[in-house]
C-alpha cells in the first residue's frame, strides 16, 4: 500500500478529541485530558519513534458549572447551529491546529454522539492536505466497524482497545507495509473494505508508566488545563454486567481485567507529584469484585494516605463494609447509575437491582457523610406514564447532591439500538449527531407518542435542575 509510505520529516501524528459539549454554550467545556487519547499518546511515545500530539477541541480554559436546560433553554438550538456553522470558532481553532503542526496521520476519537463533529474534523483535515491519513477509534468505531469507511474522508477505523493497533499501524505506515497482518482494523483498500481479526484484549494492565506521564510534551495547550484535568484514573477494565443500553463491551469486554492495587497507587503518586490532589476513578464501576476493591482500598489507605477520590459503582456493592472502608481509603462522593424508578423497567434494562436495594444503597452512603450522585434515565422502548411518574417521584424523593438526567438513547451497534430498530423506532435517515441523552428530538417509546414524552421529560428536567440547584447550595465545599 504504498501511499501510505511517509518520510522520515512528516511521522507526526495529531489526535483529536472532537467538540461536543463547546458546541452547547460559551465556557461549557470537557476539562480534562481524555483519558483513551492520552492513553494511545503514551503508546505511540513510548514504543515508537514518531512525534505525537494531543488536541482537546472539546476544552476550553475558563469552564464554569452551570444548569443547561436541553429541553426548553435553547442549548439543543445552539448544539446544532454550531455544529453547522463551518465558521464556528472552533472549527477555525481546529485548521489552525491542523495547519501549524501539517500531521500525517490524523486519529480522531469518536463517541455516537460526536460522529458529525468528527466528520467535520476529516474533512478539515483532508482539505488542508489530502494526502493525510485520517484514522478514527474509540466507542462509536468500535461499534459500527466498516460502517464508518462510508465518508470517503476516513481511511481507517481501528476497533477496540487502541494503543497496540496503533502502535503497529504506524510502523506499517512507516514502512510502507500491508495492514492486513494488524489486528482490530477496518480500512478501505481501493473500493473494497477490508476487515482483520479482532485484537485480543490486553491481558496485562501493570505497564511501565503512566498515561498522563507525556501530558506536557503531548496535550497542546496543557499550561492552560487545572490540574483537575489530570485526575482521572483506569483501575480496571471490563464490565461484567450487561446492561440494556451500554456499549462499554464493545471495547472493553465483559470480562473484567484488573490492575494490581500497588500499580495504582503508583500512578496515584507520580500524579500527587504533578500536583494533582484529588482523582476520580474512570471505572466502569469502582472495584468490581468485592475482594479486588477491599485489596484496592487497603492499598490507597497505606501507600496513599491523606488522598480524595470519587468513584461510581455499582448498588450492588453498596454495603456497610465496602463504604466504611472506601470511605477510609479517601473516599468523598460516589455516582450511583440507579436509571429508573420502576422495577419493571430495572429488569428490562438489566440492571441487577430493585429500587428499593437502590434507595437503601443511597441512605447508606449518605449516613457514612460519602456526598452522592445518582444517574437517571427516561424513554426506555417500554415506558408508559406510570413507569416515567415512578421514575420522577423517586427523583423527586431521593436524598443526593446531584441528579445526573439523560434521556434513553440507542446508539449504532448497541443491543439497544437494534431492538429499536426491530420495533421500528428508528427510521433509516436515523443520524447519532440528533439524538444525544440531552437531545429534545428522543423519543423511543412504544407506548408514547413524541409530544407526550417530550412535554413528561421537560417537567422531569425541570425537577432535577431544581433539586441540583438546591443541592449546589446546601453541599459543603467541593473538594474533588
Given at each position: 500500500m504504498t501511499r501510505f509510505i511517509t518520510k522520515q520529516h512528516q511521522k507526526r501524528i495529531l489526535l483529536i478529541e472532537p467538540p461536543f459539549y463547546r458546541l452547547y454554550e460559551s465556557g461549557y467545556a470537557l476539562v480534562k485530558y481524555p483519558l483513551s487519547l492520552a492513553c494511545l499518546a503514551f503508546a505511540v511515545r513510548e514504543y515508537t519513534d514518531w512525534d505525537v500530539r494531543v488536541f482537546n477541541a472539546d476544552f476550553a480554559p475558563v469552564s464554569a458549572p452551570f444548569d443547561i436546560t436541553w429541553m426548553t433553554g435553547g442549548g439543543y438550538d445552539r448544539?446544532?447551529?454550531?455544529?453547522?456553522?463551518?465558521?464556528?470558532?472552533?472549527?477555525?481553532?481546529?485548521?489552525?491546529?491542523?495547519?501549524?503542526?501539517?500531521?500525517?496521520?490524523?486519529?480522531?476519537?469518536?463517541?455516537?454522539?460526536?460522529?458529525t463533529a468528527a466528520c467535520r474534523i476529516a474533512s478539515i483535515a483532508k482539505n488542508i492536505d489530502p494526502s493525510s491519513i485520517i484514522v478514527v477509534g474509540g466507542p462509536h468505531p468500535s461499534a459500527t466497524g466498516a460502517e464508518m469507511l462510508k465518508n470517503s474522508d476516513i481511511d481507517i477505523c481501528v476497533a477496540g482497545e487502541g494503543e497496540t493497533t496503533l502502535v503497529e499501524l504506524l510502523q506499517a505506515i512507516e514502512a510502507g507495509g500491508s495492514l492486513d497482518g494488524i489486528d482490530g482494523l477496518f480500512f478501505r483498500n481501493g473500493t473494497e473494505y477490508r476487515c482483520t481479526p479482532p485484537r485480543a484484549l490486553s491481558a496485562i494492565l501493570d505497564v511501565p508508566g503512566f498515561p498522563f506521564q507525556y501530558a506536557q510534551e503531548t496535550l497542546i495547550g496543557c499550561e492552560d488545563y487545572p490540574s483537575a484535568a489530570f485526575s482521572y484514573i483506569f483501575a480496571t477494565r471490563g464490565c461484567p454486567h450487561h446492561c440494556f443500553f451500554c456499549g462499554s463491551r464493545e471495547i472493553w469486554g465483559r470480562k473484567p481485567r484488573f490492575r494490581s492495587p500497588e500499580h495504582v497507587a503508583a500512578e496515584i503518586t507520580f500524579l500527587r507529584h504533578m500536583g494533582v490532589t484529588s482523582f476520580h476513578f474512570d471505572d466502569d464501576t469502582f472495584g468490581v469484585t468485592s475482594d479486588y476493591l477491599q485489596r484496592l482500598c487497603h492499598t490507597l489507605q497505606r501507600l496513599c494516605p491523606g488522598i480524595v477520590w470519587s468513584c461510581e459503582i455499582h448498588v450492588r456493592l453498596v454495603n456497610d463494609t465496602h463504604i466504611r472502608l472506601?470511605?477510609?481509603?479517601?473516599?468523598?462522593?460516589?455516582?450511583?447509575?440507579?436509571?429508573?424508578?420502576?422495577?419493571?423497567i430495572l429488569k428490562n434494562i438489566r440492571k441487577g437491582f430493585v429500587?428499593?436495594?437502590?434507595l437503601a444503597a443511597c441512605r447508606l452512603i449518605v449516613r457514612h457523610g460519602i456526598r452522592l450522585h445518582t444517574f437517571f434515565m427516561a424513554g426506555f422502548p417500554w415506558e408508559t406514564e406510570t413507569t416515567l411518574s415512578d421514575t420522577r417521584m423517586v427523583m423527586e424523593a431521593i436524598e443526593?447532591?446531584?441528579i445526573i438526567y439523560s434521556l434513553f438513547t440507542p446508539y449504532p451497534g448497541t443491543e439497544a439500538f437494534r431492538l429499536c430498530q426491530v420495533e421500528g423506532l428508528i427510521s433509516e435517515r436515523y443520524s447519532p449527531a440528533?439524538?444525544?441523552?440531552?437531545?429534545?428530538?428522543?423519543?423511543?417509546?412504544?407506548?408514547?407518542?413524541?409530544?407526550?414524552?417530550?412535554?413528561?421529560?421537560?417537567?422531569?428536567?425541570?425537577?432535577?435542575?431544581?433539586?441540583n440547584h438546591a443541592g449546589r447550595h446546601a453541599a459543603a465545599p467541593d473538594p474533588l
Open positions: 448544539y446544532m447551529e454550531n455544529l453547522e456553522n463551518p465558521s464556528f470558532g472552533i472549527w477555525s481553532a481546529i485548521r489552525s491546529v491542523l495547519s501549524a503542526y501539517r500531521p500525517s496521520v490524523i486519529g480522531i476519537s469518536v463517541k455516537s454522539s460526536s460522529l472506601m470511605k477510609k481509603a479517601g473516599c468523598r462522593m460516589i455516582q450511583l447509575g440507579i436509571e429508573s424508578g420502576n422495577n419493571g429500587i428499593g436495594e437502590a443526593c447532591e446531584k440528533l439524538f444525544g441523552h440531552q437531545s429534545p428530538r428522543n423519543c423511543f417509546c412504544l407506548h408514547l407518542t413524541p409530544e407526550r414524552f417530550r412535554a413528561i421529560s421537560r417537567d422531569m428536567e425541570a425537577l432535577v435542575v431544581k433539586k
